[in-house]
Every structure is written in C-alpha cells, then in structure tokens.
C-alpha cells in the first residue's frame, strides 16, 4: 500500500499538549483566564482594539451579520467561489447573498463588479481573502467609503495576509479568522472576531454567551443570544499556537516559493497568482489547470500515486444544491467563477514538508500531465 502524502497536518509541539494538560488539571475549563489571554494576543498580533474568540469562524460571521443589523430582504454582496460557510450566516438572518464574479488571476471578487452590484438593497460586503490572497483592498475601500456600505472580511483563511502593508482584517467594521486544523495556526475547532468598533464588540460578547451583559451576574440575559463560546483548553492551545506563528507563516511561504518554482515550469499548470501589492499568507496551495488538461484525471493519477489531492470550491456556492433550490441560481450567471472551480486542486501543504515529498509532488504532477499530453 502506497503511503500517502497528506493534504494537510496542524503544526503543534510538546508546548500545545502541556498547555491543554494544564488548563483540564485547573478544573476551569470555560470562560477562564485563558481566553482573555488569547484575545488578547490576538489583538495585539492583528493590530486591533478589540477579539471575540467563539467557536467556530462561521459563528463569527453569523454574529458580524448580526452586528450589522442585516434583516430578511437585506442584500449583502460576496463571492461564491468560497466555502459555504461565508454566506449562510447572511440567510440565517433572513438576508440574501448577492454573488458576484471573481477577478481569475487572483480569484477574489472583482472590485468592478462588486461596484455595479450595489442596488438600495444592499447593506454589507462580505470579503473573502481566498486561500490567503488579500482583495484588492485599496479598490474595495474607495467604493466602500462611497456608497456608505460596511464591509465583514472573511479573513478565515488569510492569517498574516496584508495589502500594502495593512494586515487583512484591519479594513472592514469587523473581520473574522478561523482556526480548523489545517489552517494557518489552530484551536482545533474555533474562530475569532476582531473590530475596533466598541459596539459591535461588546454585543458579539454578549450573544457568544447566551446574549448575558458584562455586570457579572450569571443568570442576567439582556438579550436573545447563542452558546458560540471557546473553550479553556482551545484558548490555550491557541496562545502557544500564537508564539510560533511568525515561523509557521515564514515556513509556509517557503514551501510555497518551492511549489511555485518547479511547478512553474510544467506546461498546462498555473500556479498562484499574487498581486504586488500583497503578503499572500498561502492557507492551501491551489493550482489550476490549462483547458487542454481533464482536472478530474490529475486528481485521480495523483491520488494513486501517493500524493493526496482534491477538487476545491467545485461546485461554487452558487451552484450548491441548496442555493439552487432556494435561490434559483443556474449555471452560467457567474462564467469566471465557474471556470475555476471546474480546473482548480490542492496538492499537500504542511509546515513540516520536506524537501523529499515536495519533490515527490511535483514530479507526480509532472508524470500526470504528461499522460494526458501523449
């Protein structure tokens, strides 16, 4: 049995599993110091006023929506080349995702689009950094600012991303980031909410935990609220997780330099794409193929191979089954989008490859193009 290279594996060390072990030999395993202090870290690494840690990077999108006051008929514009997770929260609030087609080199949305898009229905953007390419954010802002429309970044894959020198997550009213366990750094399970917008903050605080207020007493709901917290033992997982990331993130931009180097070179392969005026943070490494080349059967040689690979976003949101049914999308509408998603794959990308499984890689994407092009 051939042994595989896996697509992704979580960077974590002897300091997460004694900092896990420490907060369950505490016995306080919720609301403890532990997220205060990894909100604060966080904070601080992002450049920040404010983090909310909650559980998952979805229950931070939800309640951003939430802070925005966003109600059934409201309209909020996103991209559907995306995981499913950055535009359900808009229905959970009775809204409707607005799609609107991606610029194909970086594959965010298209700033010209997102600006004919605006109609008196619309009341938010959310942004996806795509596999931690930032947007264009000094295009999005100038129409931000004109139409008087707040954006939410979904900065869940873009940890360390930045366009011209501003960190993602610094631009919108709020941003939120994700900690899975093939993400930049993980929690586990777990998500964070970042603003400088005191408001927002504190009604994200409140609705995490059960919509309580800040006075203290335990049994004192002032509002119809959720169960999104982070545990202790996440929390403190994720501030060791903080301590390593400025190596996590160099090392991840190395193996991606060396994908980009050799894969480069192979006839029918486009490899990422990043805009000169942006810090790409890489969260998956994703390639497309030329049209001359069956997407479906690189996967396949791939997978038999010993080197795991997937189809990612294929279909888009828009072309969800679900989305179908409620919203009546058809093929067609979002032509750039769609293009992508039918020719796009991840290959592995972990901190701790090695020169060998990298090589091993490349060299079986090589051999599976070349089995095409005979």
């Known amino acids: 049995?051939?042994?595989?290279?896996?697509?992704?594996?979580?960077?974590?060390?002897?300091?997460?599993?004694?900092?896990?072990?420490?907060?369950i030999r505490s016995g306080w395993l919720s609301l403890g110091p532990k997220l205060t202090e990894?909100?604060?870290?966080?904070?601080?690494?992002?450049?920040?006023k404010h983090a909310i840690a909650v559980n998952s990077g979805t229950s931070?999108?939800?309640?951003?929506?939430?802070?925005?006051?966003?109600?059934?008929?409201?309209?909020?514009?996103?991209?559907?080349?995306?995981?499913?997770?950055?535009?359900n929260p808009v229905i959970f609030e009775g809204g409707k995702p607005v799609f609107v087609d991606i610029d194909e080199r970086t594959y965010n949305i298209d700033p010209q689009k997102l600006e004919r898009a605006i109609t008196d229905k619309t009341k938010a953007i959310i942004l996806v950094h795509i596999f931690g390419q930032p947007c264009?954010?000094?295009?999005?802002?100038?129409?931000?600012?004109?139409?008087?429309?707040?954006?939410?970044?979904?900065?869940?894959?873009?940890?360390?991303?930045?366009?011209?020198g501003k960190k993602v997550g610094t631009f919108g009213a709020a941003s939120v980031f994700a900690f899975y366990p093939n993400k930049q750094i993980t929690t586990g399970e777990g998500g964070i909410i970042v603003t400088n917008d005191d408001k927002i903050a504190a009604m994200?605080?409140?609705?995490?935990n059960q919509g309580r207020d800040d006075s203290g007493e335990w049994l004192n709901h002032v509002c119809i609220g959720y169960n999104y917290r982070l545990n202790e033992m996440s929390c403190a997982m994720g501030i060791e997780q903080l301590k390593k990331v400025e190596f996590i993130l160099s090392k991840r931009r190395e193996i991606a330099a060396k994908y980009t180097k050799r894969l480069e070179r192979i006839?029918?392969?486009?490899?990422?794409?990043?805009?000169?005026?942006?810090?790409?943070?890489?969260?998956?490494?994703?390639?497309?193929?030329?049209?001359?080349?069956?997407?479906?059967?690189?996967?396949e040689?791939?997978?038999?191979?010993?080197?795991?690979?997937?189809?990612?976003?294929?279909?888009?949101?828009?072309?969800?089954?679900?989305?179908?049914?409620?919203?009546r999308y058809v093929e067609g509408e979002l032509p750039i989008t769609e293009r992508v998603s039918k020719r796009g794959f991840i290959i592995p990308f972990f901190v701790d490859m090695n020169n060998e499984q990298i090589e091993k890689v490349c060299v079986t994407i090589k051999k599976a193009v070349r089995k095409q092009k005979r």
């Open 204 to 208: 994200c605080r409140s609705w995490r």
């Open 267 to 299: 006839d029918g392969i486009i490899t990422p794409y990043v805009d000169s005026k942006a810090e790409f943070s890489c969260w998956v490494y994703y390639l497309q193929t030329e049209e001359d080349l069956d997407r479906n059967k690189i996967l």
């Open 38 to 48: 990894f909100e604060n870290e966080f904070a601080k690494f992002i450049g920040i």
């Open 1 to 23: 049995m051939i042994n595989k290279i896996p697509l992704a594996k979580p960077y974590v060390g002897e300091e997460e599993i004694q900092a896990v072990s420490e907060v």
């Open 136 to 164: 264009n954010m000094e295009e999005i802002m100038r129409i931000a600012e004109k139409s008087g429309i707040p954006i939410i970044e979904d900065a869940c894959e873009a940890l360390g991303a930045a366009f011209n």
């Open 301 to 327: 040689y791939l997978n038999q191979n010993g080197v795991s690979s997937r189809a990612y976003w294929d279909p888009p949101i828009h072309l969800q089954p679900v989305y179908k049914n409620i919203f």
């Open 60 to 87: 931070g999108l939800h309640l951003c929506i939430k802070a925005l006051n966003i109600k059934p008929g409201d309209e909020v514009i996103t991209s559907s080349f995306s995981f499913v997770a950055s535009s």
